[in-house]
């Protein structure tokens, strides 16, 4: 088994100055992301589909939706190991985010689907194509 030295590890005085900030910002209350996650959008001829790294979160730690026009996703990654004690080092990140993206057309919304697999979170939002023929009269 490897033994772990903390006297070997390099001192990384933002890691200390960030960890410092986090502090603060929770003993004011504030209701700052902890972290957030990567996400690609791309769009096809049918649907637009996101994709965002949520490694370690499950199901019940994710909220999707759809409301005039901009799909938020939201969630919360719980900080682990925290019951052990204290850290010598942080550099998973932790707690709620949250992001929005407009979509520029309109989407089916009961035609989304999201799936959660090996860390990876895929939404697929429906384009509507709708095409009415006025008669003139």
């Known amino acids: 088994m490897l033994r772990w030295?903390?006297?070997f590890t390099r001192w990384d005085p933002l890691q200390d100055l960030l960890a410092l900030h986090e502090r603060l910002n929770r003993l004011a209350g504030a209701d700052e992301p902890g972290w957030m996650p990567p996400v690609d959008l791309y769009?096809?001829?049918?649907?637009?589909?996101?994709?965002?790294?949520?490694?370690?979160?499950?199901r019940d730690n994710i909220d999707i939706q759809v409301q005039d026009g901009r799909l938020t996703l939201r969630g919360e990654r719980p900080q682990r190991g925290a019951e052990a004690g204290r850290f010598d080092r942080v550099e998973r990140g932790h707690g709620r985010f949250a992001r929005a993206f407009v979509l520029p057309q309109a989407v089916d919304v009961s035609g989304i689907t999201a799936d959660l697999r090996d860390g990876v979170l895929t939404i697929e939002v429906p384009?509507?194509?709708?095409k009415r023929v006025?008669?003139?009269q």
């Open 127 to 130: 384009k509507v194509f709708d």
């Open 5 to 7: 030295d903390v006297a």
């Open 134 to 136: 006025v008669d003139v």
């Open 43 to 58: 769009e096809t001829a049918d649907r637009y589909v996101i994709t965002a790294e949520v490694a370690g979160l499950t």
